[in-house]
């Protein structure tokens, strides 16, 4: 049995809730060791992980991992929010009793780090001295010395975040398992990935990879935060968030938007900057995965960033598409690779869209771990890395990161836009200037599933604001929630949808996308400002084809580009139809919201 009581005192957690929080945990789960971390063991944690072989040397200050083969993405039907009240069942939520999973996870649980450290990391996911820093605190443990290295990187980690804050942190176990012997993807599948949003408790088993297992990110960070922002009048939601600042003007806007996992948040909030365009915009980055938005005292919307890193997709990030990311990633950043492929021999990463694919096979692996030399077959055309594989930096090392990026008072929001991957229908960009009409358009945000969640990839479906898979209660009561919280704001930030993934009858995308993807943005901007009009269609407004900044663009853009600023009314009137369907399962949906989609419907009656 693991002395808890020495561990805190030697790391100075002096709380006293968390101090009982930890014990209890070490008593169910068995473990044969404590051990307090903050940002600061980060170098011995590393060496140590590297002596024990789960992390390998990628060149300099970067290092690679691999997760086990079967434990590669989120779980989402193994995913469930619980609380005491049936009422917050929600379609997406998969809503249990809480006394039942509580139970459930204390089995699974109890003995299950015997003769493993577990390792506390006490965590804030808010700059120091958030309006919003109550609700941000938590305190992760976990058996899996990874997840504190990727923990260090994606939050703010010390028990200086906690010490002072008495009960008010959310308390988050984590719980490798024998990831062996856990039947995923089978009907006797063990995994559990439970939220008791209620008591503020997260109960992980069954998993050591990104959001099943950072803690602070996914569970805590959108599950529960959103749970405790309808609670305390705030949203939260699965966004990027970026500044443009126009030079010519000195004006800056920001805009924050959801698209679905692995569709496109990273690199929009990336790669922009600087100078995409010309050098009249310079593009900031805060986040790539996660905003909370409050209506400040002056009435004002704001948003922030929770995170303090980046755990973004791999697959194309290459110096054309996304050079910031690359510059994030570089030697010397301390950024870890997951499920990439690697050589040992020379410790260089790959995956797909990265650049060539390396001629000389000496020493190459795949993410598997198989020597890609020794493939037979059908094996010789298969992925190298995982495409979810991933790579973890720190906002630190994003060359664009802006200035105010840990200022405690965030951004005001200018702008909220949705997209996806969505093949045909959306348009390049619609503005949106009604409240109503665009939480309508977040709430049927329709888009093509990816590898980010097991087994769905390219399955079109409706994912509301992009926060399917992180919907904590019923979507009625969140819908109801958005237009209370935007009553409040006195400014309305505009709306619009976004689509850079529509293709042509060959299958090519017809928006050449990333750093391209900042022009919609800029009209969006002139719009909401009123120096340009655009064209007035029942779905939005859309832009005229010379109000977008047209120079610099290529041949083959420039002629698809009239598709891609049409709508095709029949496309979209068949599409109301499913809409009705959709938004039929949500109990408790506002009437504003039927309004709304009324609204729309009959303007494409008329068109
Ligand atoms: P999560 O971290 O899972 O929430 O995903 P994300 O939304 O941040 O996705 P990310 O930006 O990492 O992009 C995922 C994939 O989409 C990558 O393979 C990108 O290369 C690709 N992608 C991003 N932007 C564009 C774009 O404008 N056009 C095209 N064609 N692909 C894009
Ligand atoms: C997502 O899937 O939306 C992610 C990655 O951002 S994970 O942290 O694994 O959830
Ligand atoms: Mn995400």
């Known amino acids: 049995m693991a002395d808890v009581a020495a561990a805190l005192d030697k790391a100075g957690l002096t709380n006293t809730h968390v101090r009982e929080y930890v014990e209890h ?47 590669t993405a989120r779980a989402e039907e193994r995913t469930i929010v619980a609380t005491h009240d049936e009422a917050d069942k929600g379609v997406y939520n998969n809503w249990r ?19 493993k450290t577990m390792y506390v990391i006490p965590y804030l996911m808010a700059p120091k001295g ?87 990110k996914i569970a805590h960070g959108l599950r529960q935060g959103s749970y405790d922002g309808w609670k305390n009048g705030f949203l939260v939601e699965q966004f990027m968030l970026l500044g443009i600042v126009d030079k010519e003007t000195g004006k800056k806007y920001h805009i924050c938007g959801g698209f679905p996992s692995a569709s496109g948040k990273t690199n929009l909030a990336m790669t922009l900057a600087p100078d995409a365009l010309g050098d009249r915009y310079y593009v900031e980055f805060y986040g790539d995965d996660i905003a909370w938005l409050w209506v400040g005292d002056d009435g004002k919307l704001y948003g922030m960033n929770p995170e303090n890193g980046v755990f973004g997709v791999a697959k194309d990030t290459n110096e054309k598409t996304n050079p910031t990311a690359v510059d994030s990633i570089v030697e010397g950043t301390g950024a870890i690779f997951t499920n990439v ?156 949808h976004v689509n850079w993934f529509q293709r042509g009858d060959d299958g090519r995308f017809l928006w050449p996308g990333y750093r391209e993807n900042l022009r919609p943005l800029v009209w969006l901007m002139q719009y909401m400002n009123g120096e340009v009009e655009g064209e007035r269609t029942p779905v939005g407004v859309i832009p005229k084809r010379d109000e977008l900044l047209l120079e610099g663009l290529d041949e083959q853009a420039l002629a698809d580009l009239d598709t891609i600023l049409t709508i095709d009314v029949d496309r979209w009137r068949e599409e109301i139809g499913h809409r009705q369907v959709h938004l039929e399962q949500f109990h408790g949906l506002p009437e504003e919201i039927w309004e709304a989609h009324r609204r729309v419907a009959a303007a494409l009656d008329d068109a």
């Open 97 to 115: 009793p809480a006394t039942e999973m509580k139970e459930k996870l204390v089995g699974l649980m109890t003995g299950a780090s015997e003769g």
């Open 130 to 216: 958030s309006p919003l820093e109550e609700y941000a605190a938590g305190v992760e443990l976990t058996d899996n010395r990874n997840v504190v290295l990727q923990m260090i990187r994606m939050a703010r980690v010390g028990a200086e975040y906690i010490n002072d804050l008495g009960d008010s942190f959310v308390r988050a176990v984590h719980v490798t398992g024998d990831l062996e012997n856990l039947g995923q993807g089978t009907p006797d599948d063990k995994r559990y990935f439970v939220t008791v949003a209620d008591e503020r408790t997260i109960l992980h088993f069954g998993s050591s990879y990104g959001g099943n297992a950072l803690l602070g």
């Open 341 to 496: 492929a690697y050589n040992p021999k020379t410790q260089e990463v790959w995956w797909e869209g990265k650049g060539d694919k390396p001629t000389d096979l000496d020493g190459w692996e795949d993410w598997k771990g198989d020597l890609i030399a020794d493939r037979q077959g059908e094996e010789v055309d298969a992925p190298w890395a995982h495409p979810n594989s991933r790579f973890t930096t720190t906002l630190e090392n994003v060359p664009n990161v802006a200035k105010d990026f840990e200022e405690p008072q965030g951004v005001e929001i200018h702008g909220v836009i949705f997209g996806g991957r969505t093949r045909d229908r959306e348009p390049l960009i619609r503005a949106i200037d009604d409240v109503a009409e665009g939480v309508y358009d977040g709430l049927t945000l329709g888009a093509e599933a990816t590898a980010a969640a097991d087994g769905l990839e390219g399955v079109l479906r409706y994912d509301p604001m992009s926060m399917r898979p992180f919907m904590s209660y019923s979507e009625g009561a969140y819908a109801a929630h958005w237009l209370e919280v935007f009553s409040r704001a006195q400014k309305k930030p505009v709306f619009a």
């Open 25 to 71: 945990w070490a008593g169910v789960t068995g473990a044969s060791q404590i051990e307090v971390v903050s940002a600061a063991d980060d170098a011995r944690l590393i060496q140590e992980a590297l002596d024990a072989g789960e992390l390998l040397p990628a060149g300099e200050g970067r290092y690679y991992s691999r997760s086990y083969f079967k434990d």
